[in-house]
T-cell receptor, first 112, second 115 residues
Framework: RKEVEQDPGPFNVPEGATVAFNCTYS??????FFWYRQDCRKEPKLLMS???SGNEDGRFTAQLNRASQYISLLIRDSKLSDSATYLC?????????????FGKGTSLLVTP | GAGVSQSPSNKVTEKGKDVELRCDPI?????LYWYRQSLGQGLEFLIY????????KSGLPSDRFSAERTGGSVSTLTIQRTQQEDSAVYLC?????????????FGPGTRLTVL
């Protein structure tokens, strides 16, 4: 079983729509959680960290449910420029420290 | 300031040849990471350096893969006797340290194609 699982999509939504992505992780001792964004043929870039209490950054809201081992990302008022692949990323427990576990990503296409 | 740089950006090689991929991390970043991304797959962790040492090499897929880092800066990933399944984008990332999480900044990657 893959450690981080995401629905690959693609999600095709019109401009202005709200879209939500979900992710599950298998290691209950995982410490830290992130969403990265990857544009086509580009490197991944950090979009936002995910905190236990949930956090918001402009149109983006991230939620973490440790009991269900579930992470979500909500994008409101979608823009054309939001089209990308969104990677759910989990940092394992402190004993394995450093490496990030990436999901395969969810593809989003925002259309005019 | 300058980000993580990698060279070459593209490499086409024949099966059985050795290749060397280079990563220049952000100045001052002590932690350096190598990942690879195969078509349709998520990023796969390969190896990490804290300074010049690599405490965990278990992510390297086979003994044909090796990596080194000298002077706490530039790192090279070497693949010997390349196979077609080695074709992937090899991504390098760096962060300020690995003791506490610090954002990993990725380079643009080296796209390796083994014919």
């Amino acid at each position: 079983r893959k450690e981080v699982e995401q629905d690959p999509g693609p999600f095709n939504v019109p401009e202005g729509a709200t879209v939500a992505f979900n992710c599950t992780y298998s290691n209950s001792a995982s410490q830290s959680f992130f969403w990265y964004r990857q544009d086509c043929r580009k490197e991944p870039k950090l979009l936002m960290s995910v905190y236990s209490s949930g956090n918001e950054d402009g149109r983006f809201t991230a939620q973490l449910n440790r009991a269900s081992q579930y992470i979500s990302l909500l994008i409101r008022d979608s823009k054309l420029s939001d089209s990308a692949t969104y990677l759910c990323v989990v940092k394992p427990d402190s004993n394995s420290g450093y490496a990030l576990n990436f999901g395969k990503g969810t593809s989003l296409l925002v259309t005019p | 300031g300058a980000g993580v740089s990698q060279s070459p950006s593209n490499k086409v090689t024949e099966k059985g040849k050795d290749v060397e991929l280079r990563c220049d991390p952000i100045s001052g970043h002590t932690a350096l990471y190598w990942y690879r991304q195969s078509l349709g797959q998520g990023l796969e962790f390969l190896i990490y350096f804290q300074g010049n040492s690599a405490p965990d090499k278990s992510g390297l897929p086979s003994d044909r893969f090796s990596a080194e880092r000298t002077g706490g800066s530039v790192s090279t990933l070497t693949i010997q006797r390349t196979q077609q399944e080695d074709s992937a984008v090899y991504l390098c990332a760096s962060s300020l340290s690995s003791v506490f999480y610090n954002e990993q900044f990725f380079g643009p990657g080296t796209r390796l194609t083994v014919l």
